[in-house]
């Protein structure tokens, strides 16, 4: 923006803001904002590599992929989704598409990334990429993550840093995950494409599956009445209602503490 006073004397005017101006996905916590600003071509990533972008009370923050050490000359590209820690708002976590599909930053910096040799993050197909569409902490600071294309789409990386996964079910392996939410019951809802919701939770402990529990929502009468298998979103209001958005309209997912017993 430029300020002219008349032909010869102009001023120019800048403001705060991120690196560049796209946007693909947002999240929002604790008065801070974090910004996706990957994409895709049809359904094939655009290679995009201008990473992801974080504002804290008016101040932004920019982890670029191409000037990044950790990630420039990677196989990192697409930053699609993000997640705050909330119990450390420093820590911001970005998935994508690629041959790097979990970045973690600190300060804007990039301070770890998983790949299939050291995560259970599944590869798409045998193209050497994995597809993360969604990610989420939970209160304990543990990283979910909803992995596209995989045998055990749900996994999570714990506080500790340990490597979880977690059956959910057949109709929901090999399809292309899309959103991931957690709601105030510490359940986490994952939605699959052409096979509805997956409601998860995980009970007392992460590590012991023995008291985990798991229930697919779909377009059944006596599974959730979806109009549409297809969910292209999913938000949890302050009652702890689930809302959920398909192609054929939305839906209200009412006392979700008992979805299990339903």
């Keep these: 923006l430029v300020k002219a006073r008349n032909a010869f004397m102009a001023q120019r005017l800048s403001f705060e803001g991120p690196r560049f101006n796209d946007a693909f996905r947002a999240k929002w916590l604790q008065n801070k904002l974090a910004i996706a600003t990957g994409g895709f071509s049809g359904k094939s990533p655009s290679f995009s590599l201008k990473g992801g972008a974080t504002m804290l009370e008016g101040e932004w923050s920019s982890t670029v992929i191409y000037d990044d050490p950790m990630i420039a000359n990677s196989d990192s590209w697409d930053f699609i989704c993000t997640a705050i820690n ?18 973690i930053t600190k300060n804007g910096v990039v301070s770890d990334t ?23 902490y939970d209160d304990q ?19 500790e840093g340990v490597w979880y996964d977690f059956e959910t079910g057949t109709s929901p ?16 809802w994952m939605s699959v494409g052409g096979a509805g919701i997956v409601a998860f939770n995980h009970g007392e402990s992460i590590s012991d599956a023995g008291d985990d529990r798991y229930r697919i929502l779909n377009t059944g009468v006596n599974s ?15 009652d702890n209602n689930i ?20």
């Design 173 to 188: 392996k090999n399809k292309i995950t899309k959103r991931l939410v957690i709601d105030g019951n510490d359940t986490k």
């Design 243 to 262: 809302w959920v958005g398909t192609p054929e309209g939305m839906r209200v997912l009412y006392n979700s503490s008992n979805v299990f017993d339903a």
């Design 114 to 136: 998983f790949v299939f040799a050291n995560s259970l993050i599944e590869e798409t197909g045998n193209v050497g990429w994995g597809y993360i569409s969604d990610l989420e």
């Design 86 to 103: 909330p119990t450390d708002p420093d820590e911001v976590a970005y998935g994508s598409y690629a041959g790097v599909p979990l970045v």
């Design 224 to 238: 959730g009445d979806l109009p549409s298998s297809d969910i292209e979103a999913i938000a949890v209001d302050f």
């Design 141 to 159: 600071g543990n990283l979910w993550v909803a992995n596209a294309n995989a045998n055990r789409p749900l996994k999570v990386r714990s506080k």
